[in-house]
């Protein structure tokens, strides 16, 4: 899937944005499209409920320009969160370059969190990833919210991050951490396509 | 042309989208030809490529002012060459610019339409290259997008490092302005650089001759210049609706598109990098670096660091190959072969063939000929099967293995195999005709000598091979092993191999199976005890030599004796002739007993019925085994 392609400089590269159902995944990629300039964003397709769910899943591809001499383009997936959309998750993993694990950080939310980073570990195995080499960095949304609410960036780290890999805070609703989270995976996943063993002991 | 002093390294604000370019310039302006050669920086107009031109000139000519540092621009370079060919001072400009050490060429787009100047740069680039001297291009785009231009220039051009800069983002543009403020010494109030560096410019150049128009405007006396009257002073373009701004809403986008490209060129395009200044090493050191080339002009699927193990690996093949085969033959001495990675297999292939000259294998031992090879119905299947060989080796008995008892003649049969190839083809075919102790000791003292592969060559190459006594491989593992993959390269190239042993293949259980199945997969022969017709004959042989006439009576009477091998015949025909000596070149009936007496009197080598002692004949009695530590070496081997 992931391309670094030096005879006509292109780089093509699949981020999915996973985690639990309502962690977020949809709003940061509706954040991204609201940023980008027309002209370097393609139609974003949304298949969601009624209730605005993401049924199926958002794709967001970005036409980022020559960045250093590369045609660079970013393809953004989410997954739905929800449990039972099972298969359609394991389909838009398929290919991944890098993962966004987007948790919520409300602390009644943080079995759905372990379960959707189990169930992200089960997956990337299931597609013959090694989950402990595949880019990912992990988005605590949702730290707007009141104190008592939520987990602190050092709790969330504690309970999620024990492969201590980026992490960001943000509330994506007000775009605060979308473009650094976006921005960390991208980074590591062209670590990762320019050296694939050093990205791979991280 | 001289260079512009004010355009230095410490003068070139660096930004993400120059930062590779800056790297790239100074390691090239550090040690000119070593680094990236030819260096390409393309741009569009007024990013600072002909600052990094002069800069590179400056910085080479601090660090070794012995250089012959020239910059250029194409449409000088053009005229230049006009005025040589209107005055026919054509070489005289060629000789110039050949010496230089590095060249600094300027806007080389417009080469566009100019096949003249193509032609020239061409020739130019080839004495430069040749000679490890530095190369510098700019251009507004990149090679490709050159209309009109040579293929090969186009080669050329790309072969080194392709570089690209870009606009400057936000900080570098406020870095530009704030150096060009303390160039002039010029203080402006408090965010108005930053006012200007957001005002959307084409570029560079431009952006500079704004801030020079407010420095102007504020040291003529105007009066300070404002954040507020900078859209009123830069014209059009500070009052189309107000400055247009880079970093609107989408500051953020505009930030983590910086900082892609920072990590784009650091670890993406540093591939790209490694593999073209590795390339660049290599072709400094003579090395043909096609591979590599290809690697870099083609998509990247290739690990870069695994591409370039691989050369390096296939680099110290060709110094061994080079040092083995100048050795050999000092006239390849110099061969650019030795500096091509892709010429590996034609030099394997050389050196094998001068192995194999430096010691031939071999041969049939030349008094062993078919001429003397009495036939009889005991014998006379194996050597139809050894006449159809010579007739056309290597096509119908494939390999032929001949099997019987000591005396019998295999080794003789063998050996006129060997003649009567070498006969039929003139000299010209190679036959290798050894014993197989002297097979196992040949391979034994290659291992200790570390010339195992001047061992194989010199068998590989052979036309027929002959090996003589197989049962002797017995109990051996490398030979063995070695043997089966020359064995199996022969057959594959349709050469001829024609075995002996004392018994049959398939009762040989101490070779490997593997062995034995391909002795069993071509035509298995046996040559019995010599039959009465056949003692006859050898006996008949023997008295001819020695002038003796025998009466049919007496033949017949000397072949009935116990004869179990040929050899025996021969001698009792020995030893009836000695016989007619004495006796005036009479024989009789009498003198056939005496011999029997004779025969009786002496310890007879005979085969036991079985046929698989060779120690009951002399000459098949190996007497000089490898000393202990060859064994060892065999075995651990």
């Known amino acids: 899937m992931s391309l670094v392609n030096y005879a006509t400089r292109e780089i093509t590269c699949k981020i999915v944005y996973y985690g639990p159902g309502r962690s977020g995944k949809t709003t940061n990629l509706h954040y991204v499209y609201g940023q980008v300039p027309d002209e370097r964003k393609g139609k974003m397709v949304s298949l969601a409920t009624q209730t605005d769910r993401t049924l199926f899943f958002d794709f967001l591809p970005l036409d980022l320009g020559t960045i250093s001499g590369f045609t660079t383009r970013l393809q953004l997936y989410t997954v739905p969160g929800q449990v039972y959309y099972q298969a359609t998750r394991k389909l838009v993993l398929q290919g991944a370059d890098g993962v966004v694990f987007v948790a919520d950080s409300q602390a009644r939310q943080l079995d759905e969190n372990i379960e959707s980073l189990q169930d992200l570990h089960a997956n990337l195995g299931n597609q013959g990833m090694d989950p402990r080499t595949v880019p990912l960095v992990l988005q605590y949304n949702k730290q707007d919210l009141p104190h008592d609410m939520i987990m602190s960036v050092d709790d969330l780290d504690e309970a999620l991050n024990f492969r201590g890999v980026p992490r960001f805070a943000a509330d994506a609703l007000h775009g605060v951490g979308v473009f650094e989270t976006l921005r960390g995976i991208a980074e590591l996943v062209l670590k990762r396509l320019a050296s694939p063993a050093e990205a791979g002991s991280r | ?637």
Request: charged residues 25%; aromatic residues 6%.
């Open chain 2, 1 to 637: 042309m001289p260079l512009d002093p004010r355009s230095r390294f410490d003068t070139f604000v660096v930004g993400a989208a120059n930062r590779l370019a800056v790297s790239a310039a100074r390691a090239v302006a550090q040690s000119p030809g070593a680094a990236y050669n030819p260096l390409f920086i393309y741009a569009p107009s007024g990013l600072g490529k002909t600052h990094l031109l002069s800069a590179i000139g400056q910085l080479a000519k601090q660090l070794q002012p012995d250089l012959q540092v020239e910059y250029i621009t194409t449409d000088e370079l053009v005229e230049q060459l006009h005025q040589a060919v209107t005055r026919g001072e054509t070489e005289a400009f060629r000789q110039r610019l050949a010496e230089l050490d590095v060249l600094l060429l300027d806007d080389v787009q417009f080469l566009t339409g100019r096949q003249e100047t193509q032609s020239e740069l061409l020739r130019l680039f080839n004495v430069l290259q040749r000679s490890g001297k530095q190369i510098v291009l700019t251009s507004d785009r990149p090679p490709a997008e050159i209309a009109d231009l040579d293929d090969r220039l186009m080669t050329r051009f790309s072969g080194g490092l392709l570089v690209d800069m870009g606009a400057p983002d936000y900080e570098t543009r406020v870095a530009i302005l704030r150096r060009r403020c303390d160039e002039r010494d010029v203080t402006f109030a408090p965010g108005v650089v930053e006012e200007v560096a957001r005002v959307v410019f084409a570029n560079v150049r431009e952006m500079q001759g704004a801030i020079n128009r407010l420095i102007a405007f504020q040291t003529l006396g105007e009066g300070d210049v404002t954040v507020e009257g900078i859209r009123g002073l830069l014209g059009d373009r500070g009052n189309g609706g107000g400055p247009q701004r880079l970093t609107p809403k989408s500051g953020e986008y505009e930030s983590f598109l910086s900082g892609l490209a920072v990590a784009v060129a650091q670890h993406i395009d540093a591939r790209r990098v490694k593999l073209v200044e590795s390339t660049a090493e290599w072709r400094t050191q003579g090395y043909r670096t096609a591979a590599l080339e290809r690697a870099l002009q083609s998509a990247e699927t290739a690990d870069p660091d695994a591409l370039l193990k691989e050369f390096e690996e296939k680099v110290t093949r060709l110094r061994e190959l080079e040092q083995e085969i100048v050795a050999l033959d000092p006239s390849q001495r110099g061969s650019v072969q030795f500096r091509d990675p892709e010429a590996i297999e034609d030099l394997e292939r050389l050196a094998e063939m001068l192995r194999a000259e430096s010691s031939p294998p071999p041969p049939p031992d030349a008094s062993l000929v078919r001429a003397e090879f009495e036939v009889g119905p005991s014998n006379q299947l194996a050597v139809h099967a050894a006449d159809a060989i010579v007739e056309e080796p290597g096509v119908r008995y494939n390999p032929l293995v001949i099997h019987g008892g000591p005396g019998v003649g295999k080794t003789h049969l063998l050996h006129a195999i060997g003649n009567e190839l070498v006969a039929a083809s003139g000299g010209a075919m190679t036959i290798a005709c050894v014993n197989a102790s002297d097979f196992v000791n040949e391979l034994i003292a290659a291992l200790q000598d570390s010339a195992i592969e001047t061992w194989r060559g010199r068998y590989r190459r052979v036309d027929a091979l002959l090996i003589d006594q197989i049962e002797m491989f017995a109990g051996t593992e490398r030979t063995q092993d070695e043997f089966f993959h020359l064995f199996n390269t022969l057959m594959e190239a349709g050469k001829q191999v024609v075995l002996t042993s004392s018994r049959a293949p398939r009762t040989l259980t101490e070779m490997d199976e593997r062995l034995r199945s391909r002795f069993e997969g071509g035509l298995v022969v046996e040559i019995q005890p010599p039959d009465r017709l056949l003692r006859e004959k050898l006996i008949a042989r023997q008295l001819a030599a020695a002038g003796v006439t025998p009466t049919p009576d007496v033949l017949h009477a000397a072949a009935g004796l116990e004869m179990p091998t040929a050899r025996d015949a021969l001698r009792v025909g020995e030893r009836l002739a000695e016989m007619a000596m004495h006796s005036r070149g009479r024989l009789t009936s009498a003198d056939v007993s005496r011999v029997t007496a004779v025969r009786r009197s002496t310890p007879v080598h005979r085969a036991t019925p079985s046929g698989d002692t060779p120690f009951g004949d002399r000459e098949k009695t190996v007497w000089d085994w490898p000393d202990l530590s060859g064994r060892i070496i065999e075995d651990l081997r």
